[in-house]
């Protein structure tokens, strides 16, 4: 149950689904080129540490903010223009989301990895602008989705010809402004597509505190350890000098300071996680 059909391409170097974790990594949201390019020189430093392949990370547009009145963006144009920025100074490959199906081609012209929101992962339109693209798509799975149920997302992609998908886990909610991760689908959905743990949205609490989401990064190792002794590919993971000053889901970020102890711990798991992923009592 726990073999990939297939690895995903990101760039010749970059490949989700064979024998180095890929860690997807950056601020939640563009703040800044200073900002993005901080976080991002200490990420590259610490994956390169600890055997990681990187991709930076951050969203151009929040478009599922809780409030209208919460922080979005600063504009496409801006946050496309200091993404490009990030990568070249970096010479790291980019991932961002997308929205809306006319956002995918000016977005791929940019990025190597168009991501899809949990709340949109069933829209077909949009799964199939950002096949299309010829760019490798990461789909999150929706909280409302059943793990097997995201084979059908995968093959939306794929009928455009594209076979650079992969699935997120972000956990499904429980109640209101909880959510939980059933460690049963990681396995599930590895049948379909390589697969990759979000380690920061799997501690959020949306909407938690009335017009903005709450977050408990205290279970964050606690998570990530346990997905990565699934043998999952890749991981995802929001940080940020100071958190409590971040834009957008401060918090459920995990303290840049603290990225280093963090990766450390992950790429151990991640190994005995390897380690026993054929293992089975059938």
């Known amino acids: 149950m726990n073999r990939i059909t297939q690895p995903m391409k990101i760039t010749d170097s970059v490949v989700l689904g064979e024998n180095k974790p890929v860690l997807f990594a950056g601020p939640c949201a563009v703040e800044s080129f200073d900002i993005c390019i901080e976080i991002g020189s200490t990420v590259k430093e610490l994956a390169e540490k600890f055997g990681f392949s990187y991709v930076f990370k951050a969203s151009f547009d929040k478009a599922n903010r809780t409030s209208s009145g919460s922080f979005r963006s ?67 799975r929706g909280q409302f989705m059943a793990p097997e149920d995201m084979q059908y997302a995968v093959t939306k992609v794929r009928s455009t010809g594209n076979e650079n998908v992969c699935l997120t886990e972000r956990g499904f909610s429980l109640g209101y402004h909880n959510l939980v991760v059933d460690m049963r689908g990681l396995p599930i959905m590895r049948q379909f597509a390589p697969v990759v743990f979000d380690i920061t949205h799997s501690v959020q609490q949306p909407g938690g505190q009335g017009g903005t989401s709450g977050g408990q990064r205290e279970f964050a190792p606690f998570l990530a350890r346990a997905a990565a002794a699934t043998g999952v590919d890749g991981f995802f993971i929001e940080t940020h000098p100071d958190p409590s000053k971040a834009l957008s889901d401060g918090p459920n970020l995990i303290p840049l300071d603290r990225m280093e102890a963090f990766l450390e711990m992950l790429k151990d798991s991640w190994e005995l996680g390897r380690k026993y992923q054929d293992f089975s009592v059938k």
């Open 74 to 140: 600063i504009g496409m144009d801006k946050s496309l223009e200091v993404l490009q920025r990030v990568g070249k100074q970096l010479n790291v490959p980019l991932v961002t989301d997308i929205h809306e199906s006319y956002q995918a081609a000016e977005v791929a012209a940019v990025v190597d990895v168009l991501q899809i929101p949990a709340f949109l992962c069933r829209q077909t339109d949009l799964l199939l602008a950002a096949g299309n693209t010829g760019k490798a798509v990461k789909i999150k």
